[in-house]
């Protein structure tokens, strides 16, 4: 399972320092997309493979699957971190994400997400009351913890 949450920048070129225990669980060789909220999500090829079959049975005549299917589909590339456990972000996912240089990424049990910081913290500024109201909707739509 993927999960924790860690502090890093991107390099010059691009580059992103995948922690080491992601980069176990996440293999050789993975794929990273646009992820919802701003953020790329990383999969391992397995849960990747999990996702695509899912978006591949949408209806190619419903508007919103063919939206959905080209927002995934189509920002997703295939990746692998090099011996120092980097791994290069295409250019076009940093800008989607809206990176600059300080990321947090964060394991999310099938995949990792990466943010731009600002927008994590950001996204992350929730009073107890939010959250207590989160999990009220969570309780009510059967998720009890």
């Not at 996702?51 to 699957?65: E, F, G, H, V, Y």
């Not at 290069?88 to 990424?105: F, M, N």
Request: aromatic share 8%; with cysteine.
């Amino acid at each position: 399972m993927l999960i924790g949450e860690y502090n890093h920048t991107v390099d010059s070129k691009g580059r992103v320092n995948v922690p080491a225990k992601f980069r176990n669980e996440l293999g050789d060789s993975f794929i990273m997309c646009k992820g919802l909220d701003k953020c790329i999500w990383v999969y391992p090829q397995d849960a990747w493979e999990e996702l695509a079959a899912k978006i591949k049975s949408l209806p190619t005549t419903d508007r919103n699957a063919r939206r959905f299917s080209r927002f995934i589909l189509g920002s997703a590339c295939e990746c692998s971190p090099d011996k120092q456990g980097r791994t290069k972000v295409a250019q076009a996912l940093i800008e989607y994400a809206g990176i600059t240089k300080d990321i947090v990424v964060v394991g999310v049990e099938d995949k990792v997400e990466i943010w731009d910081k600002a927008q994590w913290d950001s996204f992350n500024d929730m009073s107890d009351d939010d959250i207590n109201d989160v999990a009220q909707e969570m309780y009510e739509a059967g998720i009890n913890i």
